[in-house]
């Protein structure tokens, strides 16, 4: 027997996630429409959303996500790290090379777990919070990648965010509401058939662990 569910609940999250594919705002009139709910219903979901800070209306009357959000979003980060740390340390011993966890944050790639190895003399300094843009990077492009069906299994880069420094990464698939990737970074060579599997295999592994 399926499970008793909330649909005032379910309403106003689908409010949110329609708002957040919609940049440019919608009025309660096109919200209502793409929900195929009443526009009464509608007001009193914005209404409550509101009060939470979730939902925001601008000078125009347009409804867009709200700052309460990016609080719910900051409280999700920490277990994001503490799950992938440990993936990301064992990736980082066993190939000597600057492993880290990378989310999509809009159109950047926003660093959220960074693990140096511990037995190499140099290495590449990656620091956490650390931004660029989706476009750029073996973290950004791997990010990109895993929003096509067949895509590489990794992206590899060389000098795109710091000069001499060579990247790679891959996607982390099977996460609903997650677009992240798990690459490594140095100053060195790598083996690409070499490095890319265990690079993949980590982002399976994480993705496992948040599954």
Known sequence: M???????????????????????????????????????????LVSTLEQHALVRKDARGRLHVGLGVLHLASAVQPVL??????????????????AHLTVADGDEALALAVVEPSWTDFHVSYRVGSRHPLSQGAAGKA??????????????????????????????????????????????????????????DAAAQVAARLS
């Open 143 to 200: 990010i990109l990648n895993g929003r096509e069906a067949d895509s590489p299994a990794y992206a590899v880069t060389a000098g795109e965010l710091q000069a001499g420094a060579r990247g790679l990464a891959a996607p982390v698939t099977g996460v609903d509401g997650l677009e992240a990737s798990v690459g490594i970074v140095t100053l060195g060579e790598f083996d690409v058939d070499t490095i890319g599997p265990l690079v993949a």
């Open 81 to 98: 790290r503490d799950l992938a740390v440990p993936v990301l340390r064992a990736l980082a011993e066993r190939v000597g090379c600057t």
């Open 2 to 44: 399926p499970a008793e569910t909330s649909q005032t609940l379910d309403r106003g999250l689908r409010v949110l996630d329609v708002l957040a594919s919609s940049p440019g705002g919608l009025t309660v009139t096109e919200l209502a429409g793409r929900l195929a709910v009443n526009r009464t219903v509608v007001y009193r």
